[in-house]
C-alpha cells in the first residue's frame, strides 16, 4: 500500500522531517500554502558559538497573504546575509568530526542562485534527499490536479486519492487536527510518525535536540545519518 505525506517546505529543517520523508513512498511539499512569518520555512537553529541561534533567509516585504511560492528572497541575503550564515558556520562546526565532508554541500546549497523561495528551498530538500540515499519521489503540491481551494483534511483526501495512496503519514504534532475514523471512511490509513529518542555528541556537555539536519550532519556520519533516519516509529 503507497504510504504519502505532506509537509510545508522547510530550510535545512530537524531530522524528523527527513524521517518523515524516509518513512513514505511519496513526500509532497506544500508550495501553494500561505507564507507565515514565525514559521519554520525560511528559518532554523544551530549551534553557533556554543549557542542555540537563529539563521534566517531574508525574504522580501510583500503581501503577508502570498503563498510561500510566491515569495521572493532579499538581494541582500545573497549579498550579505548568506556569506554570514556560512561564516558562521563555518567558525563554529570547524572542529566538529564530518565538517571537512559535510561543509561544501551545505556551502553549495546556501550559495545556489534562486530568488523564488519556495525553489531555493525545494532545491535545498532535494539535495539532501538525495545525499541520504532516500529513493522516496518528491513532488510539488501545486503540480497535482486535484481542487487546490480544498483545506486542511479535504486536500489531503484529494491527494491520497490522485496519488493512488492508501496510507497517510502525519507528524505527531497533528493528532488534535486529525481523527483516524475520518480517514478510514475515505478509506485512507492514518498513522502518526514519532521520532524515537536518540543523542550524539556535540561540543558541550548537554545535548541539543531537533536543530538544524547541519548540526546532525556536522557530528554524525552518512552510515549513522542513515540509521537514525530509521528511528521511528508509526503509531
Known amino acids: 500500500m503507497k504510504k504519502l505525506a505532506i509537509m510545508q517546505p522547510y530550510f535545512f529543517p530537524y531530522i524528523g522531517y527527513f524521517q518523515l520523508i524516509n518513512a513514505v513512498d511519496t513526500f509532497v511539499v506544500y508550495d501553494n500554502i500561505e507564507f507565515t512569518k514565525k514559521g519554520w520555512f525560511n528559518r532554523n537553529r544551530l549551534l553557533l558559538n556554543n549557542k542555540v541561534e537563529y539563521f534566517t533567509i531574508n525574504i522580501k516585504k510583500d503581501s503577508d497573504y502570498l503563498d510561500v511560492r510566491d515569495r521572493v528572497i532579499s538581494p541582500v541575503y545573497f549579498e550579505k546575509g548568506m556569506p554570514k550564515i556560512l561564516r558562521q558556520i563555518e567558525q563554529s562546526y570547524k572542529k566538529a568530526p564530518f565538517f571537512e565532508t559535510v561543509f561544501p554541500l551545505i556551502r553549495e546549497i546556501f550559495e545556489y542562485r534562486e530568488y523564488n523561495l519556495f525553489g531555493y528551498i525545494y532545491h535545498s530538500i532535494l539535495r539532501l534527499v538525495h545525499h541520504f540515499g532516500l529513493s522516496t519521489e518528491v513532488l510539488m503540491s501545486s503540480t497535482i490536479p486535484i481542487d487546490h481551494t480544498l483545506r486542511g483534511k479535504w486536500k489531503i483526501f484529494e491527494i491520497c486519492r490522485c496519488l493512488s495512496a492508501g496510507h497517510y503519514v502525519n507528524p505527531i504534532g497533528g493528532t488534535a487536527l486529525y481523527s483516524k475514523s ?54
Open 182 to 235: 475520518d480517514f478510514l471512511e475515505k478509506g485512507i490509513i492514518l498513522s502518526f510518525i514519532s521520532t524515537k529518542p536518540f543523542v550524539y555528541h556535540q561540543f558541550g556537555d548537554e545535548f541539543v535536540p531537533n536543530l538544524s539536519i547541519i548540526d546532525v550532519m556536522m557530528f554524525n556520519s552518512l552510515e549513522r545519518i542513515r540509521t537514525l533516519l530509521d528511528e521511528y516509529e508509526l503509531v
